[in-house]
């Protein structure tokens, strides 16, 4: 049972309630007991995301004329916080992917027949979506991607690499951005569907510490030709579509990470509370109980700013610089929290067993994706007039 309480008037009716606990019981009979499969495979089992789909978790916010469900923002957070108490953040990050990053331009700006093409059967989970816009060169810095799509004919005609790609071995379509006209600025950029079936698109896996529960990978573009048609919304507009698109990617990240952080710290209560040193159980001592204390109370802090920013996003507002800002708070405090509880674990914490090891490596993605912590202050302090 989770501690920090969720807050009445986001989650107040019976229907959320309803949609809590068919996402607990997906998270505690499918999900939570292959979380190590799913660590040693490297990658998600697409039978998980056609499951997903049956229970409508991959087009909450969707129109349903495509498949969605047509709800609000509130039930995307809930389902995300339940994937945070899943001990698998790979996995919840692969899921984010196909919900949060790879399909909100194609549900908001791509043509019917794209949605009908890619977007009805990834809400279903038939077909598994990847965002393809970190570069080697050119990662939070979005504006500096180098990746080309030069027109020929009826075709787009794609050449570059992208990086540190999620789903990359897993996806059947890419959402790429790329660079459509190099001498219009902010303007040259265009948002693409790009099937992995595609002569010329090849990918090669990468090795993280962390997060090992889903695939990344390293994409490559070799003359790869797809059709204009397959162009979200209009050519130049891909790097305004994009930045949207992030306000989703970063709440998500922030809800999962939040809950993720409230799990290992429960975790870690129920250690000290069991663990007995120099005679008595370690919850027992000053300092243990300082360090859960603080923890809880940044945790709790958290989840209500987290909050403020699903009743924007409920109400249409833009909510770019409350999101931007929760992403940059929840992350460090996740980083608080995962050094702390592996500490209070002692030698257990240290070993792969140990849900807070795992959550130790797996936590410190949050201030480096989808946007670093430094560019989260450089891009706030633009919008603050600094």
Partial sequence: MAIVQTSGEVYATPEHQTFRDVARRFVADELAPRAREFDEMG?????LYRRMGELGFLGIRYDP?????GLDWSFSAILFEELGFSDNAGVSLGISVQTD????????????????????????????????????????????IKTRAVRDGDDWVINGSKIYITNAATADFLCLLAVTDPDAGYGGFTQIIVPTSSDGFTYELLDKIGNRGSDTGLLFFDDVRVPVSNTIGDPGRGFQQQMMQFQDERLVAAVQANASSEHIWETTRDWC????????????MQVTQFKLVEMLARIT????????????????????????????????????VADECIQLHGGFGYMRESAAGRNFVDSRLTSIGGGADEVMLQYLGKMLGL
């Fill in 101 to 144: 990053m790879a399909t909100p331009s194609l549900h908001q700006f791509g043509s019917d027949d794209l949605r009908e093409r890619f977007l009805v059967p990834a809400i279903r989970g038939e077909m598994v979506g990847a965002i393809a816009v970190t570069e080697p060169d050119a990662g939070s810095d979005v504006a500096g």
């Fill in 43 to 47: 990658r998600i089992d697409k039978a």
């Fill in 273 to 284: 509370q069991e663990r007995v040193v120099f005679g008595k159980p370690l919850s027992k």
């Fill in 65 to 69: 004329k495509w498949g969605g469900a």
């Fill in 301 to 336: 802090s958290d989840r209500e700013m987290i909050h403020s920013c699903v009743r924007r996003r409920i109400r249409g507002e833009d909510a770019t610089k409350e999101i931007s800002m929760a992403k940059l708070i929840v992350g460090r405090t996740s980083r608080m």
